[in-house]
């Protein structure tokens, strides 16, 4: 009897998780405050680097710089994200490549966005948004990819 319970909330749980992650992203919120907000239709991103208060937008190769620290996104290692057409048990995550650079300092890491933020010379770095969707029909470019970074 606990076995079939805890089997029923295990399915409960999972199928809530499912509920709260399935087609939502995660874009910057508009209103400068720096937090990130769900968004059910966000906005396209444009090839030309994007910043908030604390949060910039790149594409592959471009560096800007975010509360004094400068953020380059060299590349996108990895995109295991759950496609929006596509029923999952996980979101997924993706793994970027990136360079920080800070008072003639730089350090080189990847940066997954299932992480807890990283610290780097007295800052957190963080994803927040990843642009376009994954879709189990498209198959997406390397430099097609945008990224918001948040910087704290």
């Known amino acids: 009897m606990k076995i079939l319970i805890s089997f029923f909330i295990a399915c409960a ?8 992650f399935s087609n939502q992203v995660l874009s910057p919120d508009k209103s400068g405050s720096g937090a990130a907000t769900v968004n059910q ?7 030309q680097a ?3 208060v604390n949060q910039v937008t790149l594409d592959p190769d471009m560096t800007a ?7 380059r996104f060299n590349t996108l290692i990895q995109d295991s994200r759950c496609p929006m057409d596509v ?3 996980e979101a997924g995550a993706v793994t970027t490549n ?3 650079e800070f008072d ?4 080189t890491i990847n940066l997954p966005s299932d992480e807890v933020p990283h610290e780097y010379e007295g800052y957190k770095v963080s994803i927040v948004a990843v642009s376009p969707d994954a879709r189990s029909t ?3 470019k390397p430099n097609e990819y945008k990224v918001t970074f948040k910087v704290e």
């Open 87 to 89: 029923q999952c048990i």
């Open 104 to 107: 003639g300092k730089s350090k």
């Open 50 to 52: 994007s910043a908030s």
């Open 98 to 100: 990136i360079t920080l």
């Open 13 to 20: 749980l999972l199928a809530g998780t499912f509920v709260f």
């Open 41 to 47: 239709n966000p906005e396209p991103f444009t090839s």
């Open 138 to 140: 498209v198959s997406i």
């Open 65 to 71: 710089e975010v509360s004094g620290l400068s953020v």
